[in-house]
């Protein structure tokens, strides 16, 4: 019916004025408005209502409740008496300790060593086939990894380990042992993501003009120098950007520390506490300690503010950080 | 693309030659621990154990241990014995004696079934997403329509929530879906279902509708006017214009999701424990979780394990890892 009546229109305003209506219809036809736009969209709209918009405002809603396995629907608003809880929560702050010492030398390390690897491409090869080697650890999912690691420092068959003893030294317990676990956890975290940040630093690398470079070398600088005073400050907002993204996802380790941390036959987040990182202690609580959900949840809500902070940081860095260089 | 100093080959130096010596590591690295879950998975328990440092597979059975690392080495009689086994008895039901003779502790990997969850999960899930994110970014690369840039940065915002935020409420979800719902089981709704696992990946993830709008904002009008005058509609545009002139982003996104969902942990391991639902990741955390710290580890079994489920992974990157590699620096940079 409206087609029509759209139609008629049409050649009414054809024979007034010939092109610009029919520039608009095709323009119409072209950009298509809300009505072809949402049956584009309505998967993905349902998508994004049911696992991500809809849960947020849940996850908020639980962690004010007492929401658990003994107390199942509806659960009891209690305020915010998790918050309270969470705040005098020992084994919380513990596992924020752990978390925070993990991220540091994680990222410390990745970052470090993938800067190195970043300018060595860039200065030796472009090779397609060294740039695929060093990505397969991030391709390989965490939990094989992890498994890989497991074994290789494994107190009595770890390869690490012979090694070690062959030096003279005595074995170790790396993944059992509660002043070295967080630091394997890291070093096991490194080994599957130096290579990816390293393509990370290499693409933005790729930005900053060669004839620097060769200026550079006309003048008799080393590598050095001109990783001093060209790569590092050109780099900079690229650098920032890839150790906030890196310090997010390290922030939410979770798959290395459930199949690793504690060495094969010991607890997760073992020994004793000492590689609980957050992710398993929210884990815990929600599904191993009685479905504490309304309690996981609040942690998992300071968690997720504390990562939009820094989130929102980061802009904050960068947009200063391009202006600098503009 | 004017890399005229492409690898700045400015001839040998010992600066150059350390960097490539630090390469080398690097590489050597890397692939070490890949190459290392194949040895073990060729050895047999005994084996490793007496020479835990051997670079090859150690092939000893128990009373040969003494003997040490070389008799690996020698003969076939002794190589055929363990090399295969592990990785036979990992994958299907081996009889209890040869289980044991490889030096298992008769636990039961039963690895064929995670490898065929795993398959159907990252099928479905990369088929879904793929397909339904092309859609949502055709709408917003394309169309126009009120509120579009606002439902855009909601869209992008969600990649700001850490899955474990969402992964309780979506948990409720799932397990109190209605009976009505198809696969449902009374009680807990699709816990422990398929669908249960792939429901959160099937429609939408914020990444795959930025990536594809990229890419879709790139492809030129012109053609797509020239399909309009020939009277195509929306559907016709995106299915005989759009899809195959963003076939190449397509296919990479495809892989990406692939292995994206082929490597998911947390959410399967919270709703999908059971034997028969559990994807390749669950299946391997559940094989070392059951296997003894204490008492003869079965590490040959776990290596098997390991290398069995890395195979499909390493296959994939091995043929389309340039797409890989090349769609690195996309999300962050620029």
Same mark, same amino acid.
């Given at each position: 019916m409206t087609a029509g009546q759209l139609g008629a229109n049409d050649l009414v305003a054809d024979a007034a004025v010939p092109k610009p209506p029919k520039r608009n219809r095709e323009e119409r036809a072209l950009d298509g408005g809300w009505k072809v736009a949402f049956w584009f969209l309505l998967p993905s709209l349902l998508g994004f209502l049911i696992f991500y918009l809809i849960p947020t405002i849940r996850a908020i809603r639980i962690s004010f409740t007492e929401d658990s396995l003994t107390s199942r629907n509806p659960a009891e608003w209690i305020g915010a008496e998790n918050y309270r809880e969470l705040w005098s929560d020992d084994r919380f702050w513990d596992s924020v300790w752990v978390t925070l010492k993990f991220v540091a030398m994680n990222i410390g390390s990745q970052t470090i060593l993938a800067l190195i690897l970043a300018v060595m491409m860039d200065r030796l090869t472009r090779s397609l086939i060294v740039r695929g080697i060093l990505l397969v650890p991030w391709v390989l999912p965490n939990v094989l990894v992890a498994m890989l690691w497991l074994f290789l420092l494994?107190?009595?068959?770890?390869f690490v380990n012979s090694v070690i003893e062959s030096l003279g030294f005595s074995a170790s317990s790396f993944l059992n042992d509660s002043t070295l676990v967080v630091p394997a956890m890291a070093f096991i975290n490194t080994w599957k993501f130096t290579g990816y940040t390293a393509l990370l630093l290499f693409a933005g690398m790729q930005?900053?003009?060669?004839n620097l470079y060769e200026a550079g070398a006309l003048d008799g600088s080393s590598e050095m120098t001109m990783f001093r005073t060209i790569t590092l400050p050109l780099l900079k907002p690229v650098l920032a950007l890839v150790m906030v993204v890196s310090l997010i996802g390290s922030f939410q380790m979770f798959d290395v520390a459930q199949t690793?941390?504690?060495?094969?036959?010991g607890e997760t987040g073992g020994p004793s506490g000492a590689s609980r990182v957050i992710y398993i202690y929210i884990y815990e609580n929600a599904?191993?300690?009685?479905?504490k959900f309304g309690y996981a949840a609040a942690m998992a809500t300071v968690l997720m503010g504390f990562l939009m902070f820094v989130t929102l940081a980061q802009l904050r860095l960068l947009r200063a950080n391009e202006s600098d260089l503009a | 693309m004017s890399n005229s100093t492409v690898g700045s080959p400015e001839g040998f130096t010992v600066g150059r030659g350390v960097a490539w010596l630090v390469m080398g590591l690097f590489l050597a690295a890397t692939l070490f621990p890949i190459y290392w879950t194949l040895r073990s998975a060729m050895s047999t328990n005994a084996g490793l154990i007496s020479?835990?440092?051997?670079?090859? %597979?150690?092939?000893?059975?128990e009373g040969e241990?003494?003997?040490?690392?070389?008799v690996g080495l020698t003969g076939r009689a002794t190589t055929t014995r363990a090399t295969g086994i592990n990785i036979e008895r990992v994958i299907t039901d081996v009889s209890l004696e040869e289980n044991e003779a490889a030096?298992?502790?008769?636990?039961?990997?039963?690895?064929l079934t995670a490898l065929r969850n795993s398959m159907v999960v990252a099928t479905v899930v990369t088929i879904g997403q793929v397909l339904f994110c092309a859609f949502a970014a055709y709408a917003f690369a394309r169309l126009k329509f009120r509120g579009q840039n606002l439902v855009f940065a909601l869209y992008l915002s969600a990649?700001?929530?850490? %899955?474990i935020f969402s992964l309780i409420p979506n948990f409720l979800f799932i397990r109190d879906? %209605?009976?009505?719902? %198809?696969?449902?089981?009374?009680?807990?709704?699709?816990?422990?279902t398929l669908p249960g696992i792939i429901?959160?990946?099937?429609?939408?993830t914020p990444f795959a509708v930025f990536f594809l709008r990229q890419f879709f904002l790139g492809i030129s009008k012109e053609v797509e006017e020239a399909a309009v005058l020939d009277g195509a509609g929306h559907l016709r545009r995106f299915f005989q214009v759009i899809m195959p002139m963003a076939s190449a982003p397509l296919f990479t996104l495809a892989i990406l999701t692939y292995v994206t969902s082929w490597n998911e942990f947390l959410w399967p391991f919270v709703v999908g424990k059971n034997e028969e639902v559990r994807v390749l990741t669950v299946a391997l955390n559940e094989f070392k979780a059951q296997t003894?710290?204490?008492?003869?580890?079965d590490w040959t079994g776990l290596m098997a394990a390991s290398f069995v489920s890395s195979v499909p992974i390493l296959v994939l990157f091995a043929i389309f890892g340039r797409r890989v590699v090349d769609s690195i620096g996309f999300s962050g940079i620029k």
């Open positions: 494994d107190p009595r068959v770890g930005t900053i003009p060669r690793a941390s504690g060495g094969l036959g599904f191993l300690f009685r479905n | 020479a835990p440092g051997n670079i090859l %597979p150690v092939d000893v059975l241990a003494a003997e040490g690392a070389q030096g298992g502790s008769g636990q039961n990997f039963d690895l990649l700001m929530v850490p %899955p879906l %209605p009976s009505w719902v %198809p696969f449902t089981d009374d009680q807990f709704g699709w816990i422990n429901a959160p990946f099937f429609l939408m003894p710290g204490t008492t003869a580890p």
